[in-house]
């Protein structure tokens, strides 16, 4: 799990990904032809389920793509569940605290650092490959927390220092909106903050991930030094492609434009 993604991390290159919010596999198919690094399956929102997780992983095997889930929340049962179908690691939303990665732990490792359960799903080829993935899974799942409110950037260096911290995931978005900058994708002193929390996460070797949000948005991030950069999402892309052609055919149907 995650080898590809963490040869990036080791040659301080950047690791292009994928927001997935459409239970369609072949999204996942595609991303795996097309060579894209990563992708992170979004539960937190949207109406994504287990079943869903399931389709795009069996859609990712026989690639060396990893496959992330976002759970919607920090509690025991999505983490695990995601975990036990087979998700190679968590982007962890709204990480406020080092003790609330210290918690979450709990429900992402088995012991001695966590107390995950042991369990006979798709994770361990159904009971076929137990032994092998118990005794790799702490040293192979990817644990990303989010940092993405302004207590988090207050509370960064703990949060960076804890152990096994290997990425940090940013919430522009989020975090503008924790400043009072509802709806602003980067609002006032969130994009100098983003390159803080960058130079802060580099200095201690761990890799920092961000959503472009067109092609010039990935091209300024990686010369940044962002290690982890979505593409953007899957209807999201969709969506911009339409809007792009549709405005420089100027196409209009019954009155109406198509975006």
Same mark, same amino acid.
């Given at each position: ?44 929102? &949207? ?38 179908? &087979? ?90 909106? %924790? ?9 006032? &002193? ?39 950069? %979505? ?12 809007? %792009? ?15």
């Amino acid at each position: 799990m995650n080898e590809k993604l963490r040869s990036k991390f080791a040659a301080d290159e950047t690791a292009f990904g994928l927001w997935v919010t459409s239970e369609a596999a072949a999204v996942t198919e595609v991303a795996g032809l097309l060579g894209i690094d990563w992708i992170c399956i979004d539960m937190e929102h &949207g109406y994504l389920d287990f079943r869903d997780i399931q389709g795009h992983l069996a859609a990712a095997r026989g690639t060396d793509l990893t496959v992330l889930v976002r759970p919607p929340s920090q509690d025991l049962e999505p983490i695990k569940r995601a975990l036990d179908v &087979g998700a190679h690691g968590v982007i962890l939303p709204l990480v406020d605290t080092a003790d609330e990665v210290r918690a979450a732990y709990q429900h992402f490792y088995y012991p001695p650092i966590g107390r995950r359960g042991i369990g006979g799903e798709r994770s361990v080829k159904w009971g076929l490959d137990l032994q092998s993935y118990v005794a790799n899974a702490n040293d192979e799942l990817l644990f990303v927390p989010m940092i993405e409110t302004q207590r988090a950037y207050d509370n960064l260096d703990e949060i960076l220092a804890a152990e096994k911290i290997e990425a940090v995931f940013l919430g522009p978005g989020d975090m503008s909106a %924790s400043r009072g900058a509802v709806g602003e994708w980067e609002g006032p &002193g969130v994009a100098d903050l983003n390159l803080d929390i960058l130079r802060r996460a580099r200095d201690r070797g761990i890799r920092t991930g961000i959503v472009a949000r067109d092609t010039p948005d990935a091209q300024n991030r990686v010369k940044q030094g962002f290690g982890m950069v %979505s593409l953007g999402s899957d209807i999201g892309l969709m969506i911009r492609q339409i809007r %792009s052609m549709a405005t420089e055919l100027g196409k209009e149907t019954v009155g109406h434009r198509w975006f």
